[in-house]
């Protein structure tokens, strides 16, 4: 929120509004909406036991009016549901989740089947266990999670979901473990609208830097077989400020692999580069082909980032110079960083929106308040629109329109403010999105494209 | 069988209307088998029960009746809604804003984000519920935006724990001096999610409604509609009307005035059915009866109808006779260049009935389609509403006619039987399966697209547009694998796990 400089120093301490259960404009669903950690991963398919909406309510909401990223092969439309009915709250679910498991054994053609449940079989006390542990001894692939509305958050549900997979499908292993491999956990799949493209750009460079990465989620995964290689993975790699953080503490545990924490998932070429030095170190690898890469990396991004520089340098009619970012931890931290240290904004609102759990806040604050030697940020952890709103309209951005990195839910603002606005997250539900990415050398390209397409096509 | 206003909680379909979720037959057989709804056999107000419906052990993620209050009662401009649930409910805040946001965009309106607000209910409130956190939401609702009217969505999640939603709702209404209203809409109380229609609707009548109406307007008519085009204001003005749209994108004082209207009309029975039966029943605002207005007899019929009710024949006359004149020929050279494709319809189901009647007047072969429910009869128990009836009256046999909750893994064996060249569809989950097949879909959002005389051009130009994109699917299905097994797939008869004797594939189950 504020910067330490003279000028914010005067500025009064903002009163908000005392914080209420109510959230308006979501910034996140509930646990089911892990239904998309399970139909992330290639030729795996949710079984969803819940009423008749939720399915559809997590698919159409996370990934339909969210950068429209479509259904895949296992989502959206596909995914089974027992489509609870008054029968189901009265008797009991447990003998209609069998038979959809049966039933969708004949139809459905996966590598691995999850079930969800939601919250009437969490309420009535279905015992999923007990259903799906018979077709898991007849040899099913086929795991569950209990991930009841009312339990947590979809960020809390994918840990949920993960954890699952690897307690019930991956299972034990005692084996050697392969220098150099690392299984990467960063953004939450579907719920980050550039999650396949940056997911795609974090494999792409830890491999060019000489690394065998385990990317798990998206079209760059190996599916379950990849997924059973994870513990012979030499390290977890957690590219995120918190989420992960549970699974690999558990991998720890389970497989005795340790675990590099990476909070800010980097953005641009020193981001990028310093990331792909710091996980070469932890694994021991021959540092010789990691800075071959980046050296090949950075002259062309620079080659790029000059091109640009006439444009950011010499453009008359005046370009955004104080932002607010709107957004989960993980993408939030990482934009704050890029925008500051590559393009020299000024952080005038940050705010974080995924509700961390309270453990992880005192870290996630640390890291705002390091942004650079010289900028050091107070967050917010807000995830009511409403409150958000009002504390961006009380930042002080100057004289100049500001540009906000944020959702669906900034249209209106950025307009009340004159500023710019780019959808960066959850829901974006004005961007058509694919391989595009934020992230690594490429993805900082792409971002900067974006970032400056939107003033520059505003401003007449 | 009167609808009953007394009590807060809707009457779900089923129970009123004998609504299936599956069925599978010839067109006619189905209107026989709801044609005893109408009194042909079982006596009228009796409810209907006769349409055998088909069970099956697969089924695939549907929508639910909360959904549907969220698009409508979520969409009154000067109204909040409240969740009252767990975050989850909450995702639907994400789609109904940006439909909310393009339709007042389509209808010329100020565009803004919709107000929807979430109790976001956790695991210790479904121990000691959750109504201290809907007052306070409730009152958050109201110092933020000074709503007009405050209605109330319950979930799965407070029905099972049983909040008392009415002691605090009458309790804030009385206090806050607006209407705050609880519709009842929890998705395992109805197979059907147009039972959340009819929860929007119920709450509306209920507590918005003016009672008493000083005077009637003799010149108004309710159109019940969603967020489609404006094309009633300017077909209904030429009989000297003035529209009043409802639900999504009205005001509350919109919502107020629908008991002083001359008439109520619609696009869809399915939506309509329960607001305008009510209104009649309890404020004598006459329902228009008769065919929905699609193609030429259709449009014809309730043209006539709506010019009978509000003393306006003689322009109905004048403009049938204009609008004859003008479309006819243009319908004429379509038919020429539509001639041997085949479509398929796979919508809501009156909406259906009417989509089919406009591809025939087009001379589009129509052999299949998909409704996802039923009802034997609608709220009026009118046989002039009888949409099913008339298309087959009209136009024909369909003779491969499904009813299904929306259920792709049957759609594949369905569009087998037919092999249509595009399907016409507007609820999600259907058009990637189609398009994974080679074939496009005309998605229509803008439900008005293809009602009235000018609908017939408007779909028929929409039909050669989307033939243009054959390219495209067909080049994804050439590079495509389907997530179901060959052997479903090689299954000839897409409801055979539902037919009676089929083997129950728990039998086989561990």
Known sequence: M????????????????EKTNSIEGVRYVCSIGAMHTASAIPRVIPITHCGPGCADKQFMNLSFYNGFQGSGYGGGAVVPSTNATEREVVFGGADRLRELISASLEVLDADLFVVVTGCIPDLVGDDVGSVVRPFQERGVPIVYAETGGFKGNNFT???????????????????????????????????????RGDLAELKRVLEGAGLKANILFGHESGGVAEWKAIPKAQLNLVVSPWLGLATAEHLQKKYGQPYLHVPAIPIGANETSGFLRKVVQATGIDPAKAEAFIADEERRYYRYIEDFSDFYAEYWWGLPAKFATIGDAGYNLALTRFLVNQLGLIPACQIVTDNPPDEHRELIQEQFRKIAPDVSVEIAFEEDSFAIHDRIRKANFGQKPPILFGTTWERDLSRELKGAIVEVGFPASYEVVLTRSYVGYRGALQLLERIYTTAVSASA | MP?????????????????????????????????????????????????????????QGSVCSEMMVECQAGNVRDAVLIQHSPIGCGAGQVIYNSIFRNGLAMRGLPVHNLRLI??????????????????????DAHARHAPRAIFVATSCATGIIGDDVES???????????????????????????????????????????????????????????????????LLGELGLRVNYVIDMATVQELEQLSEAAATVTFCSTLSSYMAAALEQEFG????????????????????????VTGRSEKAEAYIQKEHARVKPLVEELRKKLSGLKGYVSTGSAYAHAIIGVLRELGVQVDGSLVFHHDPVYDSQDPKQDSLAHLIENYGEVPYFSVGNRQQFQFYGLLQRVHPDFIIIRHNGLAPLASRLGIPAIPLGDEHHALGY?????????????????????????HTKLPYKRAWLEQKDPFVLSRPGAKRSDESAA
């Not at chain 1, 330490?4 to 301490?13: Q, R």
């Not at chain 1, 299972?171 to 999650?195: Q, R």
């Not at chain 2, 039972?195 to 008519?221: C, M, S, W, Y």
């Open chain 2, 168 to 234: 605090v709702t009458t309790r804030l209404g009385q206090e806050l001096g607006i209407p705050v209203v609880p519709l009842h809409c929890e998705g395992f109380k109805s197979k059907h999610w147009s039972t959340g229609f009819d929860a929007t609707q119920h709450g509306i009548l209920r507590q918005i409604v003016r009672k008493n109406p000083k005077q009637k307007q003799e010149d108004l008519i309710n159109v019940i509609n969603l967020w489609g085009t404006d094309v009633f204001r300017p």
């Open chain 2, 3 to 59: 609808i009953n206003l007394k009590s807060s909680v809707v009457e779900s379909r089923e129970q009123r209307l004998g609504t299936v979720v599956g069925w599978d037959g010839k067109a006619s057989d189905l209107a026989k088998e709801s044609a005893y709804a109408y009194g042909a056999g079982g006596g009228c107000g009796k409810k209907a029960r006769k349409v055998c419906e088909l069970h099956g052990p697969f089924t």
């Open chain 2, 285 to 308: 605002v006459p329902e228009v009866k008769a065919p929905l207005p699609y193609g030429f007899a259709g449009t014809d019929a309730w043209i006539r109808e709506v010019g009978r």
């Open chain 1, 2 to 17: 504020r910067i330490e400089t003279e000028e914010s120093k005067k500025l009064p301490v903002v009163n908000q509004p």
């Open chain 1, 157 to 195: 549900g994918h840990e949920l979901v993960t954890r699952a997979i690897i307690d019930q499908f991956v299972g034990d292993y005692a084996g050697p473990k392969e220098v150099g491999t690392v299984n990467v956990w960063s953004l939450l799949p579907y719920h980050n609208t550039f999650w």
């Open chain 2, 454 to 478: 000018q609908g017939m051009v408007n779909l028929g130009e929409s039909i050669l547009d989307v033939l243009a994109h054959k390219k495209f699917h067909q080049d994804l299905a050439a």
């Open chain 2, 118 to 139: 979430s109790t976001n209910l956790r695991e210790k409130d479904m121990v000691f519920g959750g109504i201290d956190k809907l007052e306070r939401s409730i009152r």
